[in-house]
């Protein structure tokens, strides 16, 4: 059974960082491309960052606009868990963050941990 578990959501002052960690079991996580999305209170899922899968310092990483330069997406295939670095954090990042693994037709995700921005 595949599992997803995010985990180091919490509550943190505006200027911030938090590192978020999702921790898969059940697959082959090397193999799988990773991503982390975010959902705001009435807003859509939005995606924040995708890594490919070599797990190396060459992997290709991808952000979203809004989270470009700030927040740092990697991966530990050997502890197959993927990472979420978030600094300079501002009151529109809160939201719940949940991970995504995808390989072909094959897509999991997680249950989600609430980061929420607030002074």
């Known amino acids: 059974q595949v599992q997803l578990v995010e985990s180091g959501g919490d509550l943190v002052q505006p200027g911030g960082s938090l590192r978020l960690s999702c921790a898969a079991s059940?697959?082959?996580?090397?193999?799988?491309?990773m991503s982390w999305y975010r959902q705001a209170l009435g807003k859509e899922r939005e995606l924040v960052a995708f890594?490919?899968?070599?797990?190396?310092?060459?992997?290709?990483?991808k952000y979203g606009d809004t989270v470009k330069g700030r927040f740092t997406m990697s991966r530990d295939n050997a502890k197959n868990t993927a990472y979420l670095q978030m600094n300079a954090l501002k009151p529109e990042d809160t939201a719940v963050y949940y991970c995504?693994?995808?390989?072909?037709?094959?897509?999991?995700w997680g249950q989600g941990t609430q980061v929420t921005v607030s002074s």
């Open positions: 995504k693994a995808v390989l072909n037709s094959r897509e999991y």
């Open positions: 059940g697959l082959t996580f090397s193999r799988y491309v």
């Open positions: 890594i490919t899968r070599t797990g190396s310092s060459t992997d290709y990483v």
